[in-house]
């Protein structure tokens, strides 16, 4: 092999060897390519190869090659364009194999005689667009692992370690171009429902380095939404967005009723709907009464009797002073959100990581600690803002 064999006769680039001076020429060099069963002639521009269904343009030969694959069109380079080394032996370079032997036995002159008239095919595939074949799971698999046009082999073990997995597919339409994934069955529910979230696609944040350990706090927002997708009322939670409580709304809560009457109303407004979570467990709070620490206040407020327990908080919390206990009472155990100036009954509840739903004062499914956290709903806070200038407020928006 002489130095003059490893150079491109076309454009003059070099190459270490044959092989990789072949892949350069079949993928630049090749100006001409049959496609479909017509053997429609399409040939290279400056742009690059036209697709004959959606008109888009491809310079590298085999990227034309992979998207006609999707349009379920074969595509053949014709049998007398040279490629590999750069001697005169002809080499037949086939790019669909279901088309290796009509290719092979048919002479040139033969061969040209199948391809009609550019004219009339561009009529025929104006007057019936082919449509393109969607994905199947398999196809959907392949095509997120890369491996869409891998060996029986590769393709096999991508779809054992997928199923392995328990991964579940979803493809992305864009019109010309169809994607496949691969997630959870919660966001796969979640994404294909009738109404999905709409949002920006954006790549995940590296992974740090670091230990977790049980006291390792997860961050609110990913832990606020693995809680909502995995939870039995996920197609409804999807829709809410939530953040978690801040020392500021606490100080409001704590607010004298005497001074600011409106809290009777703000408060259950500001806890609706809100999130509590106690280690794997989480409840969504629907209805809240509130009632004052003050008999001038409240005529309903909270009676104590020497040694009954209390939701008052003695000390600050993760939130401020906020006490959220499950007080054993004659009618029962009732979870309460305690502040210095009232308490806040949780009058019904629901379970977010099982079937368990609570009606009435009595609160069974739910065991607060000093530790648990609370995701209040933005669209409440957003009400309670609302509220909280008019001290004339009498009633829950």
Not at 92 to 112: F, G, L, M, R, Y
């Amino acid at each position: 092999m002489t130095t003059d064999e490893l150079q491109c006769n076309e454009c003059g680039d070099w190459f270490l060897d044959r092989g990789g001076l072949k892949n350069h020429k079949t993928a630049l060099h090749v100006n001409e390519i049959l496609v479909g069963e017509s053997k429609q002639l399409v040939k290279r521009t400056d742009e690059g190869f036209r697709c004959p269904i959606c008109e888009k343009h491809f310079v590298l030969t085999n990227s034309y090659r992979q998207h006609l694959a999707r349009e379920g069109l074969s595509a053949t380079i014709p049998r007398t364009i040279k490629i590999g080394d750069n001697s005169d032996k002809q080499q037949p370079a086939i790019i669909s194999e279901a088309n290796h032997d009509n290719v092979e036995n048919t002479p040139t002159d033969k061969a040209s005689q199948h391809i009609p008239p550019v004219t009339l095919e561009l009529e025929n595939v104006l007057a019936a667009p082919r449509k393109r074949k969607r994905f199947s799971v398999s196809d959907a698999i392949l095509d997120s692992c890369g491996s869409l046009f891998a060996d029986d082999d590769t393709k096999n073990l991508k779809i054992s370690l997928s199923k392995a997995g328990q991964w579940k597919t979803i493809s992305y339409d864009c019109g010309d171009r169809e994607f496949g994934f691969m997630t959870s069955q919660e966001t796969t529910a979640i994404m294909l429902q009738s109404n999905p979230p709409v949002g920006v696609w954006k790549s995940p944040l590296p992974d740090q380095d670091v230990q977790i350990t049980p006291s390792t706090l997860t961050d609110a927002d990913s832990f606020i939404h693995h809680m909502k997708t995995s939870s039995k009322a996920a197609k409804q939670l999807t829709r809410t967005g939530h953040t978690e409580l801040t020392e500021e709304l606490c100080n409001i809560l704590n607010r004298d009723w005497l001074e600011y009457p409106q809290l009777r109303c703000c408060g259950p407004q500001i806890l609706a709907g809100a999130i509590l979570v106690e280690g794997t467990t989480a409840i969504i709070l629907n209805t809240i009464e509130s009632y004052s620490r003050d008999c001038l206040t409240d005529a309903h407020h909270e009676q104590r009797q020497l040694g009954s327990p209390s939701s008052f908080p003695e000390r600050r919390g993760l939130y401020g002073y906020l006490n959220i206990s499950l007080l054993n009472t004659a009618d029962g155990q009732k979870l309460v959100l305690g502040t210095r100036t009232c308490n806040l009954l949780v009058t019904s509840s629901l379970r977010l990581d099982k079937e368990s739903v609570n009606l009435g004062p009595s609160a069974t499914h739910f065991a607060p600690s000093e530790k648990t956290r609370v995701f209040v709903d933005l669209e409440s806070i957003h009400s309670a803002k609302s509220m909280l200038p008019n001290k004339q407020q009498t009633s829950v928006l």
